[in-house]
Nanobody, 126 residues
Framework: QVQLVESGGGLVQAGGSLRLSCAAS????????MGWFRQAPGKERDFVAAISWSDWSDTSIYYADSVKGRFTISRDNAKNTVYLQMNSLKPEDTAVYYC????????????????WGQGTQVTVSS
């Protein structure tokens, strides 16, 4: 099991920026994926971004179309932390953002992620 702790959410005006962090601890795998998802009130949990790595291949990064060019996912191996830099935020980015982890390769389907953080609220005012 992997423990995930998110931080960095808050209230920001449209056009502003926030950086979310997800600190991971616990079991590690030779091939892993960590992803960010978000869930707005009354809506499903949607994929935002993911980063995959393994002992035998380069890191791969994936984004939802709605955030491409505005959000950047990255990973600090030494700190076991994944970041989501969010720029040019829009009111429609308002949601609870969750960090998630799975062994193996990338998928955008939330159901395939085993471990989840508690979520952090991001609110973008117009």
């Amino acid at each position: 099991q992997v423990q995930l702790v998110e931080s960095g959410g808050g209230l920001v005006q449209a056009g502003g920026s926030l950086r979310l962090s997800c600190a991971a601890s616990g079991r590690t795998f030779s091939s892993s994926t960590m992803g960010w998802f978000r869930q707005a009130p009354g809506k499903e949990r949607d994929f935002v971004a993911a980063i995959s790595w393994s002992d035998w291949s380069d890191t791969s990064i994936y984004y939802a179309d709605s955030v491409k060019g505005r959000f950047t996912i990255s990973r600090d191996n030494a700190k076991n932390t994944v970041y989501l830099q969010m720029n040019s935020l829009k009111p429609e980015d308002t949601a609870v953002y969750y960090c998630a982890a799975k062994s193996g390769t990338y998928t955008a389907a939330a159901v395939n992620y085993v471990d989840w953080g508690q979520g952090t609220q991001v609110t973008v005012s117009s």
